[in-house]
């Protein structure tokens, strides 16, 4: 069964504690935390304080995605908001190995994200270092935008390097997700679905979160 992470960045930011609530009773198994600069990517979300209050207010795991330049600043400051993996993207990392033995460190998973047109290729080097490989299939910095469909060709092929290696890194697909397109991304070896939209814009949240679920 594949890993829901409803994305906090459709959440409704006025009743945070209600789609907390909503999320607690849901068959949710992470929380996607989206923390943007306004620098690595066109858009500012949310920092430490929001972090630190839906920590307090959710049993789910919080995933959270750093669409920021020089992560290396923060990894201890997330850690201390609550954040149990701490994603950083390769194309702001010129030190990533370096970054993902910090966030192990501290004792949270570490994951590495690309961005739609960084190869997998990419990753040959570090991927035995890594828990999770977020592939972003929308250009990250917005909600509700188009699934890129060259997504697909990318998780097969990093399902191929995870397997060569012997590996059990985690594949999670971030943008534009839906009821679908979910089933041809699990089938290309996805094992995390990011959902914002398509939970939080749907009648019944809990219900379409059931509904990835069983895919
Ligand atoms: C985009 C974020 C995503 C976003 C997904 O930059 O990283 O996590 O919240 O939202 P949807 O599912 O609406 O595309
Ligand atoms: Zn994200």
Redesign the pocket.
Known sequence: MPIIAP????ADFLNLQKDCTMLNESDADWF?L?V?DGSF?P?ISFGFPIIEKVRKATTKICDV?L?ILEPGKYAEAFKKAGADILTVHIEACPHLHRNIQQIKGLGMRAGVALNPHTPVSLLLDIIDDVDMVCL?S????????QFIPNTINKIRALKHLIKDKGLHTLIEI????TLENAPAILHAGADVL??????FKSDDPQATIAALKSL
Request: aromatic share 4%.
């Open positions: 994305s906090l960045l459709s996607h989206d943007m990517v858009n995605h669409m972003m929308v250009n990250p910095g917005f909600g509700g935008q971030d943008g534009g997700v990011v959902a914002g939209n398509t939970v």
